[in-house]
């Protein structure tokens, strides 16, 4: 694109002004998606006014003030790119980030996210799971239903091996329908509640982020139902954004609504499975989620492979287009509190995996010998 217009100038017989002209127009770009980019972090991310991050209001300024200096730099489409990765780069999030329009159209392409979701029987007594992803299309749906649904007659399996490698997340509701379809509702969710009972949620409270969880009610909805508890959970969000808007709130508070645990119920783990997980630098978001809850579960659970991806405490993205339509910045409009796993902590495998992890006949065979104990 550069080249043509370089040759169409010359042509012209326009070279030395029209050309300088070029330069400064990208310049001028990039500074208005840096303004556009810092603008909408300021009035909708969670960590402007986040009192126990501190950091986040001057990395916020630190890199502004930076990609401000190398504006006047930036000569073409992926120097312009470039730059703003970087910014939002300094934010060291990988909810925050900025996505160009070419990695958006080409993420289905990825090798890892072609896999389907699968169950395979290794043998009589030892089941490979897939689930290459939390965030699924319409025909990834049912085979991730299709999956969940049988869960129950899998529970007397001596191994089941959960293969989340390339998963970086997606909506964390799917995991758990794998953990409570395969241990049993009762007595996951108990566990879950006993995890969660000090966490506690902030929503950043804006004109656009309620606008983004009005269009969450209506996904929802479409994707789980206008009866489940999903849908339920996610208009009490936003009535309650809405509520604070109005009252001119930086926050909306969600506590979730706990009532004291029964020690006299006490439902019985259906599982009799030893679990393992494999996992990869990818997985990150719900995936980690998916494993927090199978970790709380008191039930033998070990992770294969490599350390994973990270997550910060700030979550529930949305996507943001640049004026230039170069990408999108991807923000986060939440933040935990109290989350037992903390910002930026990745899982370490119990059992590292010295190949290459994307060879999934010779992982499988690895996998076999050593989790045989």
């Known amino acids: 694109m550069f080249r043509i217009q370089l040759i169409f100038l010359i042509a012209m017989g326009a070279w030395s002004g029209n050309f300088i002209a070029a330069e400064r127009l990208s310049s001028v770009d990039a500074l208005r998606d840096i303004n556009f980019l810092h603008e909408a972090i300021c009035q909708n991310h969670p960590g402007i006014h986040n009192a126990h991050d501190p950091e986040f209001a001057k990395m916020c300024h630190t890199a502004y003030q ?88 899998l529970r007397s399996q001596s191994r089941i091996i959960f293969d ?33 009972c000090e966490v506690f949620t902030d929503w950043r409270v804006s004109n656009d982020n309620v606008a983004h969880v009005k269009w969450l009610t209506e996904f929802i909805g479409h994707e789980f139902g206008t009866t489940s508890e999903s849908y339920i959970w996610i208009c009490g969000i936003y009535r309650g954004m809405s509520d604070a808007l109005a009252q001119g709130e930086l926050y909306f508070r969600e506590e979730q609504i706990r009532s004291a645990i029964d020690t006299s119920v006490n439902p019985q783990n259906q599982c009799l499975a030893k679990i ?19 970790k709380a579960l008191k039930h033998p659970v070990t992770l294969v492979g490599q350390t994973t991806n990270a997550d910060s405490l700030y979550m529930e993205v949305r996507n943001i287009e640049a004026p230039s339509k170069l990408g999108s910045l991807v923000l986060p409009i939440k933040v935990y509190r109290n989350r037992p796993r903390g910002h930026n902590q990745p899982y370490h495998p119990d059992i590292p995996y010295p190949d290459n992890i994307n060879d999934t006949k010779n992982l499988q065979s690895w996998v076999m010998k050593y989790t045989e104990f």
């Open 164 to 196: 989340v490698r390339g998963n970086t997340g997606g909506n964390s509701v799917w995991g758990d329908k794998v953990v409570e379809g395969l241990f049993g509702s009762e007595y996951a969710t108990l566990h879950k509640e006993k995890m969660e």
């Open 276 to 294: 393992f997980v494999v996992i990869d630098r990818h997985c990150g978001s719900a995936c980690l989620d998916f494993i927090d809850y199978l």
């Open 66 to 153: 930076q990609a401000l200096i190398e504006c006047p730099k930036v000569h073409n489409d992926q120097q312009h790119i470039d730059l703003l990765k970087k910014y939002t780069h300094a934010f060291n999030d990988a909810h925050l980030r900025f996505s160009p329009a070419q990695a958006q159209c080409n993420h289905h392409m990825k090798p890892m996210d072609e896999r389907a979701f699968a169950v395979r029987h290794l043998t009589d007594k030892v089941t490979w799971i897939t689930l290459p992803t939390f965030h699924p299309n319409e025909r990834q749906k049912l085979e991730l239903i299709s999956i969940i649904d049988p869960l129950p007659h």
